[in-house]
């Protein structure tokens, strides 16, 4: 399975404070405007999505200070919630005037914040094993430990379980993990860890900027009642699409942060890690896009 799609152009466009966006596409067919996750991860990373790219116009933009896109005169605008204006400004840009939207991981935040402040200009939303800071909902440590300490039993899990408990206390103490501690927890983040996402896993240090994976979700960048107030008043089709084997969210979370939407969904993809297109290709893309054609 190839991690990168051979056939991509790139464009520029500037957004509302003079920084200048990249951002990628792939394929044919209706758009579909996907965000990276990371937090502050190139878009590189997501490939065509398993093939997504099939039956759909990618449209993977480069979030700000990331991949082609130029690093911000202001750095406090890494802040998630200044980066709605940049979604804004790529539709506008595209000359649509709504989009279907697909976000990963960290970006959930990004798609759920911009969902809140331009209901009429979100056609159907796909979060993608998203974190859900932006409505206050997030797993306890107890109970993420329980979710990957299931996968024990064999290596590499049960080192990459200790190493996970390793950084689990070391956040509770008020301190950071140590390097080797998040390099050795990587395989609970896929279904399995096979050669591609080994690799895969190798380019996230290359493809992130720490400086704004450490800025997007600060101080003052949320305001969840407001953004679930919000969000309820919401039109879009939502799927929320959790992996099985993820605790980020774990498949509960992923139900409670549709149960937000009037006309959202779940589903799980089974053996489904953090990054579900890269554990069953051919299920993922085939159910994105009939949530994407159908709604459902």
């Given at each position: 399975?190839?991690?990168?799609?051979?056939?991509?152009?790139?464009?520029?466009?500037?957004?509302?404070?003079?920084?200048?966006?990249?951002?990628?596409?792939?394929?044919?067919?209706e758009?579909?405007?996907?965000?990276?996750?990371?937090?502050m991860?190139?878009?590189?990373?997501?490939?065509?999505?398993?093939?997504?790219?099939?039956?759909?116009?990618?449209?993977?933009?480069?979030?700000?200070?990331t991949g082609?896109?130029?690093?911000?005169?202001?750095?406090?605008?890494?802040?998630?919630?200044?980066?709605?204006?940049?979604?804004?400004?790529?539709?506008?840009?595209?000359?649509?005037?709504?989009?279907?939207?697909?976000?990963?991981?960290?970006?959930?935040?990004l798609?759920?914040?911009?969902?809140?402040?331009?209901?009429?200009?979100?056609?159907?939303?796909?979060?993608?094993?998203?974190?859900?800071?932006?409505?206050?909902?997030?797993?306890?440590?107890?109970?993420?430990?329980?979710?990957?300490?299931?996968?024990?039993?064999?290596?590499?899990?049960?080192?990459?379980?200790?190493?996970?408990?390793?950084?689990?206390?070391?956040?509770?103490?008020?301190?950071?993990?140590?390097?080797?501690?998040?390099?050795?927890?990587?395989?609970?983040?896929?279904?399995?860890?096979?050669?591609?996402?080994?690799?895969?896993?190798?380019?996230?240090?290359?493809?992130?900027?720490?400086?704004?994976?450490?800025?997007?979700a600060g101080?003052?960048?949320?305001?969840?009642?407001?953004?679930?107030?919000?969000?309820?008043?919401?039109?879009?089709?939502?799927?929320?699409?959790?992996?099985?084997?993820?605790?980020?969210?774990?498949?509960?979370?992923?139900?409670?942060?549709?149960?937000?939407?009037?006309?959202?969904?779940?589903?799980?993809?089974?053996?489904?890690?953090?990054?579900?297109?890269?554990?069953?290709?051919?299920?993922?893309?085939?159910?994105?896009?009939?949530?994407?054609?159908?709604?459902?």
């Amino acid at each position: 399975m190839s991690i990168s799609a051979p056939s991509t152009s790139t464009f520029t466009f500037t957004t509302y404070d003079g920084t200048e966006l990249a951002y990628h596409v792939q394929g044919e067919g209706e758009p579909l405007l996907c965000l990276p996750g990371g937090a502050m991860r190139a878009s590189a990373y997501l490939g065509d999505l398993g093939g997504l790219s099939a039956g759909r116009r990618l449209i993977l933009l480069d979030l700000r200070g990331t991949g082609d896109s130029a690093i911000p005169a202001d750095t406090s605008t890494y802040r998630v919630d200044h980066q709605v204006a940049d979604v804004e400004a790529l539709r506008t840009h595209l000359g649509l005037d709504s989009v279907d939207l697909l976000a990963h991981s960290a970006s959930g935040n990004l798609a759920l914040l911009h969902a809140a402040a331009h209901p009429q200009r979100v056609r159907r939303l796909a979060l993608i094993t998203p974190t859900c800071w932006a409505v206050d909902l997030a797993e306890s440590p107890e109970t993420g430990l329980a979710d990957v300490r299931r996968r024990g039993g064999a290596e590499p899990y049960d080192t990459a379980i200790a190493a996970y408990e390793r950084a689990i206390a070391a956040f509770a103490a008020g301190g950071t993990p140590e390097e080797a501690d998040r390099a050795a927890a990587m395989p609970l983040a896929y279904g399995r860890w096979d050669e591609t996402a080994r690799a895969h896993a190798a380019l996230s240090p290359v493809q992130k900027n720490a400086e704004a994976s450490a800025a997007f979700a600060g101080p003052g960048a949320f305001d969840p009642p407001a953004t679930r107030a919000a969000l309820g008043r919401c039109e879009a089709q939502v799927l929320v699409l959790a992996g099985e084997l993820d605790s980020y969210p774990s498949p509960a979370l992923a139900a409670r942060l549709a149960e937000l939407f009037a006309r959202g969904v779940v589903d799980v993809q089974q053996g489904g890690g953090h990054f579900p297109w890269l554990d069953d290709a051919q299920w993922f893309a085939a159910r994105v896009e009939r949530f994407l054609a159908t709604g459902a």
